[in-house]
């Protein structure tokens, strides 16, 4: 996530989305489960994995960079390209090109939503109001880290 992408260079860069894209899906589905084995085991799964995002940033130098904000930063180009893209701005590199940044998009979307504390509910990604959130029955530590990351966002 914090690599740099050479959107100049088709092959290199349709390559680069790819990784991006699989790592936010991996980020969405880790979020995901922690947040749903809140029922099972009290947050503690959820509580172990902020408290690794914590420790990865803060184990960075020379400034502590976060996975959460690195996530923010792939949305953040990623919507820029597409929005270059649709708009015609930038020039057509062809279909894999633009299929890669139309999923880059998307995935770093639901990575985001999933630190936030929102999740997809399976089956229904097409349909209006599919995020849905249960921050209401989460613990007060839990409900805080996620309001600092929806803050971050």
Known sequence: LFTKID???QNKAVGAMKARDAA???LTALFDIARASHHVDDGVCHNRLWDAVDADAFSRSPAPRSIVTAALQVLHNAAKQGRLLLQGARRN???HFTAAVMDLV????Y???SMCGS???PGLETQPNSMVSDMEEEDTTIRQRRREASAVA
């Open 93 to 95: 590199k062809g279909p």
């Open 111 to 113: 990575a985001v939503g």
């Open 119 to 121: 999740t997809v509910v």
């Open 24 to 26: 936010c899906r991996m």
């Open 106 to 109: 998307e995935s770093s979307l």
């Open 7 to 9: 959107y100049g260079a």
